[in-house]
């Protein structure tokens, strides 16, 4: 059956939730925080009261905006709230306050790259605000279902994919575009395993060549980019196994379970829900202008695509090094800020991807913790550049120097007599002492055996305690060697 797998296709689309940074709930002033105490972040407008009156959080709409810049989405001028009204333990009011017919931002598009390195266009359907459920919780006692209401209200942003990626690894890609996003505007901190981003996969197969869809399986439950990536890869062959032994694909939700790498039913759906969405009566419409894009706009930092543009172009990075530099914000902001002191663009890029990201991964710690300036950094490269110290004297001795005080580079050799020695008299000297403690290994190396350079090499660097230049004193002594 595995040559089977060749002959179709998946169809499909995302339903990313992000958990917004806002202080307050989407539409109260309860405490918006991870982690509280059970039903301690609530009130009586979360808790749906009657007589209470829901507020529009502006945090929300301004993060929401945000997004739809950054994606290229069309924004919304006139946004109107609705009620999704279900039934479920976890939500106190029997609705939720969501958008249906207007949501903020449609259009736009997520850039993805592939392993070749191709890039492809995931089109966004649309961009809606929302509020999120409370918590049940199922682990704690062995015969009832707990109930946590501190979620119950907090914002979010629903970013909802068309139904155009084909396989596990653009899925992932996708989701990593996203969180990468929503972290450099600073409205949601992208972490999957504490729930703040949240992602729903709708699967179907089909023959290579069909227009039609096939029948779509919902499935939740996924808390990182590696489980999207497993839940996928397990349902794509369990639908096509159904498909080629003759049975039908159920129109369903699944949940992932992350200890068998596998899908399994939670319910059917037979027929639409039917949320009986309305306008919400209790609150206005709100109204987002031009002039109010254009302010948030102006404000944005910059973003992964830009910086990916500039770094490549500008900077002559290969994507390789860009991806790493661009990954993660504040490095792609130090990086940026570091090239305005070096024209060494690449040796720039192999500081911060090499000895700088170890150390930071090492001691646990991100960037904003660094203690060497990008100024200062700047002339650590600017003295390797100029050949007054090698690479090796720099990552091993001058950086750890720099760390602690706030010394240049340059003092710092200096003070240490770390200076490389590219006089060529002094290294014709060291070469001369080299050559002569060891006159059978001439006689080696002039037979053929060039690999004993590295011998006269570490004797030359012992005698001129490590300051000689290493390129410099090489062509030195193969020049001697060879007389």
């Known amino acids: 059956m595995m040559n089977n797998y060749e002959k179709y296709e998946a169809v499909i689309g995302l339903e990313v939730h992000a958990q ?203 808390n990182s980019t590696r489980n999207v990536k497993k839940a996928i890869d397990f349902e794509i062959k369990r639908q096509i196994n159904l498909l080629e032994s003759g049975q039908v694909i159920v129109h369903e939700t699944r949940s992932f379970n992350a200890e068998k790498n596998t899908t399994i039913s939670m319910r059917h759906k037979e027929e639409a829900n039917d949320y009986r969405y309305f306008p919400e009566p209790d609150l206005q419409p709100v109204i987002v202008n031009s002039k109010y894009i254009s302010d948030i706009k102006k404000k944005l930092p910059p973003l992964p695509k830009e910086l990916h543009q500039k770094f490549t172009t500008q900077y002559g990075l290969s994507d390789y090094d860009v991806n790493i530099l661009v990954n993660e914000k504040n490095i792609a902001l130090y990086y940026n800020e570091l090239c305005s002191f070096t024209k060494n663009y690449k040796g720039a890029a192999n500081f911060m991807n090499g000895i700088i990201k170890s150390h930071l991964n090492e001691n646990a710690i991100t960037i904003s913790d660094f203690s060497i300036s990008p100024e200062r950094l700047a002339s650590l490269i600017s003295i390797v550049d100029d050949g007054r110290v090698s690479n090796t004297v720099a990552i091993s001795k001058i950086f750890p120097i720099m760390l602690i005080s706030n010394e240049s580079a340059d003092k710092i050799a200096i003070d240490n007599n770390w200076i490389q020695e590219s006089n060529s008299k002094a290294l014709e000297n060291y070469i001369k002492i080299a050559i002569a403690r060891y006159p059978d290994k001439v006689a080696e190396y002039k037979s053929g055996k060039t690999g004993l350079i590295g011998l006269f090499m570490g004797e030359i660097m012992k005698l001129s305690k490590g300051t000689a230049d290493p390129k410099l004193a090489n062509q030195i002594l193969r020049t001697e060697l060879e007389k």
């Open 20 to 222: 917004l940074l806002t202080n307050t709930k989407a539409y109260s002033s309860d405490e918006n925080i991870y982690g509280a105490t059970a039903n301690t972040k609530t009130s009586v407008i979360s808790l749906g009261h009657p007589g209470t009156l829901p507020r529009s959080n502006k945090k929300v709409i301004e993060y929401a905006v945000k997004l739809g810049i950054a994606v290229e989405a069309n924004i919304r001028e006139k946004n109107e709230y609705a009620r999704k009204n279900y039934f479920y333990a976890d939500l106190p009011k029997g609705y939720q306050i969501t958008q249906d017919t207007t949501p903020i931002c449609s259009g736009g598009a997520i850039l993805i790259t592939d392993k070749k390195g191709n890039t492809k266009e995931i089109a966004i359907t649309r961009i809606h605000m929302e509020e999120d459920a409370g918590k049940s919780i199922h682990d704690i006692d062995p015969f009832n279902t707990l109930i946590d209401l501190n979620r119950a209200g907090v914002p979010l942003l629903e970013i909802v994919s068309e139904p155009e990626i084909r396989s596990s690894d653009e899925a992932y890609q996708y989701i990593n575009e996203v969180r990468k996003l929503v972290r450099y505007l600073d409205i949601c901190d992208g972490n999957m395993e504490e729930g703040s981003l949240r992602c729903d996969a709708n699967i179907s197969v089909r023959l290579k060549g069909d227009t039609e869809f096939g029948t779509k399986v919902e499935v939740k439950n996924m």
